[in-house]
């Protein structure tokens, strides 16, 4: 696998979470894991996205956080003292340990947006920490349940394609809500994808149902085509803007659709989505406790 680093959005307003938000970030909001030690346990939003793209073999993170917050960074930074003092405790879970580990064994970069001006300038940011890179684009204020699997199958097919962005997408009802593409059904090998020719940011008239999922693969001429954007009517720079200048600039940009069966798409956005994401995590972690314990049991 080539690509090697990833840019995890984390500088929203938050405005659909308040009050909460005033005091903690959304990203930082707690889902179900599975534990090492007690069936289930709790993790921020950013730690579950880090953790999956660092099982997938991803070792370079980049944090877009608000200017002068520092509530990811403060939570991605465990000291040894602090962990002998939890050892010293008999407070040093496993899950910690683990976290200790990983965190150990990356690199993490944080920068900063000062204004709130759209998911387009927020990944912009990251332009000195892409380089001349391919990277992985993941939002922090959603979570892909059980996606390993489909992350690695977007990197590869990525680098296979040769594309200039490849993405997720999922079938919704209401599309008007979305981001949403337009395009042509391939078939790559096995692999059923959409080439895509169109993409409309919360359009009145939908060209269809499929909506962005916000995981992307890019090739790093991405950060050119941002650079050239203006602020659209909301006063903000739109991912989806950039990635059709990628298409008219003749760039390769393919969709591969979310399997509802085996992953889902979770958001921590508004109340109602984040109880949702909180029981689904829950119900899947005990799930993935009580299986393993039947399989020692074999």
Same mark, same amino acid.
């Given at each position: ?152 199958? &977007?990197?590869? $097919?990525?680098?296979? *394609?040769? =594309? !200039?962005?490849? /993405? ?114 829950? &119900?899947?972690? $005990?799930?993935?406790? *009580?299986? =393993? !314990?039947?399989? /020692?049991?074999?």
């Amino acid at each position: 696998m080539l690509i090697k680093k990833a840019v995890i959005t984390a500088a929203g307003e938050g405005s659909r979470m308040l009050p909460l938000t005033r005091g903690i970030r959304k990203e930082m909001l707690p889902l179900c894991a599975r534990s090492f030690e007690n069936g289930f346990t709790l993790k921020p939003v950013v730690q579950l996205i880090l953790e999956d793209l660092y099982y997938i073999g991803i070792r370079n993170f980049c944090f877009v956080v608000r200017a002068g917050e520092h509530m990811i960074k403060d939570y991605f930074t465990l000291k040894p003292s602090y962990m002998s003092y939890l050892k010293k405790k008999g407070r040093l879970s496993q899950d910690v340990e683990r976290l200790y580990e990983i965190l150990s064994d990356v690199n993490i970069q944080y920068v900063y947006q000062k204004t709130p001006r759209g998911f387009g300038d927020a990944v912009f940011k990251a332009r000195s920490f892409v380089r001349d890179d391919d990277f992985i684009v993941h939002a922090g204020d959603g979570y892909v349940l059980n996606g390993q699997a489909l992350f690695k199958k &977007l990197i590869d $097919l990525h680098e296979r *394609l040769s =594309a !200039s962005a490849t /993405l997720i997408v999922r079938r919704v009802a209401d599309p008007k809500r979305y981001g949403v593409i337009a395009g042509k059904s391939e078939m790559y090998e096995s692999e059923r994808l959409i080439r895509v020719e169109r993409l409309i940011e919360k359009p009145p008239n939908p060209p269809s149902n499929l909506a962005i999922v916000a995981v992307y693969a890019f090739k790093p001429e991405l950060m050119e085509h941002l650079s050239r954007l203006k602020p659209g009517a909301t006063g903000e720079i739109e991912l989806t803007d950039a990635l059709m200048k990628l298409i008219e600039a003749g760039g390769k940009v393919y969709a591969l659709e979310l399997d509802d069966i085996n992953s889902s798409w979770l958001s921590v956005g508004t109340p109602q989505s984040y109880l949702k994401a909180l029981e689904t995590t829950r &119900l899947n972690a $005990l799930g993935s406790a *009580l299986y =393993a !314990s039947q399989s /020692l049991e074999r």
